[in-house]
């Protein structure tokens, strides 16, 4: 046992101690005082118990230092004390040598120690009311025993009530700093998912809306005025819908709602999106839930529109298949493109390219599972596995 907790354990018993041994001095005092002992002997007495109240409010002093010293003293004084009487020696005897006992219960020795402790503390009362011929032996070694057996329980309820106060405070302690790590860890969430929404509306709509403008600079200079205006006007159309994409990611950081969407009718925009911007022949069969989750339905958008992002900026594909279907328990999409694949120890190795880190985040959060496959030089084949909830 730590010497702080025997320190803090003997403060919680001081002030109901001292209380018990000013009462014990109260009652000798008028004992002596009515059976007309010399003052000398009252002084005497009374001092002694006075030391002994006084080393009990030191006692963390001696906690701290050598506390067998405290219980050789305390004995000694009461044994002088009660030499020094004429009626109150029972009194002190019964009563405060159970406190020397009480204390030794949450002494840090070992409990042989203890035990031999308290029977040397018992034989030498009893063999010193033997020596002051007290009457009826008995009487008092059964009224010695009860005392020490109610101050030895109040001790254990005090003891009980100090663990678990501790326990208490300890499971206060881990609280806190769980609390503390749950905040570090939303505030990083929020930022992840800050990240991932900027990267799949700003960030992806921009490089849509750069690769445009380099279509548009190509056919101008080819004097092919009319292909250039229809992209124009796709490209008009491209900054709307990302426009709109991060007002409703600004909408969602104020406030998380639940729109019933469509998924299938996202999953269909998103592919005439890609159609129309790359012309790249795009193969859909989309069977979907009739409802899902506002989490699987935006984390998929994502998804699929970062997948079909890649396959526009690295893949250099002439064709591109995504299938999308499900079963009682997932949701299961694949986006296959015949392109040139890429390496997949590249993922996060180049500032700026965060598409398949966020992906990984994604897949994450919705417990899902993410294979990505590569046929270089033939291909990617990306599989993605969603409970649904």
Known sequence: MQKKHLSEIALELRKPVILWILMVHIGTTLLETTSHNSVLHIVIASLGILCFMFLNWKVTWFIQRELWVYYVLQSAILLMSVYFMNQGYYLVMIVLYPIIIGQL????????????????????????MNYLSFVNLLFYISLFTLMNVLVGGIINLTLRQFYAKLRTQHFLKELEIAHHQVEELTVANERQRMARDLHDTLAQGLAGLIMQLEAI?????????????????LSMSGARHTLAEARSAIDDLRLHTALQVNFAESVEKEVDHFLSLTGIPIQSNIVTPIEVSQLIYEHSIHIIRECLTNIIKHAQAHHVELNISYDDHHLVMDIKDDGIGFDMRQIGSFSGHYGLIGMQERIRIVQGTLEITNRIPHGTSVHIEIPLR
């Open 217 to 233: 600079d190509a056919h101008l200079s080819s004097n092919n005025t009319k292909r250039a205006h229809e992209i124009v006007h």
């Open 105 to 128: 219960l949450y002494a840090p020795y070992k409990k042989i120690t203890i035990i031999i402790s308290i029977a040397a503390i018992y034989i030498v009362c009893i063999a010193y």
